[in-house]
């Protein structure tokens, strides 16, 4: 089997890099850009939007009033997200700054604009002042088009209580916080890199995992230097080829033997992909729709509970 995969679209934005074209703000190699909103307008206290994809969560989206658009929403992209140039342009979004931007292997660099939207909307809620870095937009498999205008990155739900509800194909945005960690339901995550992260069990081995609503077609990635550390039921193949927006990448596949265990849930037996030049482990769309996953940025806090 030969496919094309457009691994990780959240791994690109989370080693972005900013630096405002004023100079106020330094270049940021670590931990989670400056907000990339100036204030969050929701009336009723909650929002909820439905899905418009099984295969990725997009959503409708109204930039200053135009729209709507589909937006891909992801997890593993930091900051307020990204907007295809030709959106920006057509908008006449302002460009207020650069961002420095790359994908986890630290090279391919390359500068890109940061544009400002004066009002951003899903559902009910409304953020002003959105910044968004205006770059091309992975295409998807077998296709030119993305399919998509842009993607809302982690960083926009900071001040909220957000929620992929995959079973019935919603987004809810609300006010509120999560209990304090159980080690079962509700656990503590850290996001160095902008993203939030989890410590997961592969087959008993214990590994820090990025939680990349993004990643549209892997359960689990893991470093290539994870191959012969955890039991697999076959030797690794190779698949085909990957895809971040700036690097070509190897994909050698797998079924793992034993268990995926996050906090009190397994996932069984699932299939694992090794690519060279992810740092951390990486846990996609098609292992997060086994979950409702409620996240509390606030208090660094992830629920996971069972569809």
């Given at each position: 089997?030969?496919?094309?995969?457009?691994?990780?679209?959240?791994?690109?934005?989370?080693?972005?890099?900013?630096?405002i074209?004023?100079?106020?703000?330094?270049?940021?190699?670590?931990g989670?850009?400056?907000?990339?909103?100036?204030?969050?307008?929701?009336?009723?206290?909650?929002?909820?939007?439905?899905?418009?994809?099984?295969?990725?969560?997009?959503v409708?989206?109204?930039?200053?009033?135009?729209g709507?658009?589909?937006?891909?929403?992801?997890?593993?992209?930091?900051?307020?997200?990204?907007?295809?140039?030709?959106?920006?342009?057509?908008?006449?979004?302002?460009?207020?700054?650069?961002?420095?931007?790359?994908?986890?292997?630290g090279?391919?660099?390359?500068?890109?604009d940061?544009?400002?939207?004066?009002?951003?909307?899903?559902?009910?809620?409304?953020?002003?002042?959105?910044?968004?870095?205006?770059?091309?937009?992975?295409?998807?498999?077998?296709?030119?088009?993305?399919?998509f205008?842009?993607?809302?990155?982690?960083?926009?739900?900071?001040?909220?209580?957000?929620?992929?509800?995959?079973?019935?194909?919603?987004?809810r945005?609300?006010?509120?916080?999560?209990?304090?960690?159980?080690?079962?339901?509700?656990?503590?995550?850290?996001?160095?890199?902008?993203?939030?992260?989890?410590?997961?069990?592969?087959?008993?081995v214990?590994?820090a995992?990025?939680?990349?609503?993004?990643?549209?077609?892997?359960?689990?990635?893991?470093?290539?230097?994870?191959?012969?550390?955890?039991?697999?039921?076959?030797?690794?193949?190779?698949v085909?080829?990957?895809?971040t927006?700036?690097?070509?990448?190897?994909?050698?596949?797998?079924?793992?033997?034993?268990?995926?265990?996050?906090?009190?849930?397994?996932?069984?037996?699932?299939?694992?992909?090794?690519?060279?030049?992810?740092?951390?482990?990486?846990?996609g769309?098609?292992?997060?729709?086994?979950?409702v996953?409620?996240?509390?940025?606030?208090?660094?806090?992830?629920?996971?509970?069972?569809?």
């Amino acid at each position: 089997m030969n496919r094309h995969l457009a691994v990780g679209l959240g791994a690109v934005l989370a080693f972005l890099c900013v630096q405002i074209a004023s100079g106020q703000i330094p270049v940021r190699r670590m931990g989670p850009p400056p907000k990339p909103f100036e204030r969050a307008d929701m009336p009723t206290g909650s929002t909820e939007i439905p899905m418009l994809s099984e295969g990725k969560i997009l959503v409708e989206v109204r930039i200053d009033g135009k729209g709507p658009y589909r937006f891909a929403l992801d997890t593993g992209a930091a900051g307020g997200g990204r907007i295809s140039p030709a959106l920006a342009h057509q908008l006449g979004l302002e460009v207020v700054g650069q961002a420095i931007t790359g994908d986890p292997s630290g090279k391919n660099r390359q500068t890109i604009d940061l544009v400002e939207a004066g009002s951003l909307a899903v559902g009910g809620i409304t953020f002003t002042g959105v910044k968004l870095a205006a770059s091309v937009l992975p295409a998807a498999p077998g296709s030119a088009d993305p399919g998509f205008d842009g993607i809302l990155g982690f960083g926009l739900f900071q001040d909220h209580l957000l929620t992929l509800d995959y079973s019935a194909r919603k987004v809810r945005i609300e006010n509120g916080a999560l209990p304090p960690a159980d080690g079962r339901e509700v656990l503590d995550f850290e996001a160095p890199r902008g993203v939030p992260s989890v410590r997961i069990e592969v087959a008993g081995v214990e590994v820090a995992a990025d939680l990349d609503s993004g990643n549209m077609r892997g359960e689990l990635v893991l470093p290539a230097s994870y191959i012969g550390k955890v039991p697999l039921e076959g030797e690794p193949k190779v698949v085909g080829h990957g895809r971040t927006a700036f690097n070509e990448i190897e994909i050698k596949q797998a079924r793992l033997k034993g268990g995926v265990r996050i906090g009190g849930h397994s996932v069984e037996a699932p299939l694992v992909d090794f690519v060279d030049i992810f740092p951390v482990a990486n846990v996609g769309h098609a292992f997060l729709r086994h979950f409702v996953v409620t996240i509390d940025q606030k208090n660094h806090r992830i629920r996971f509970r069972t569809a």
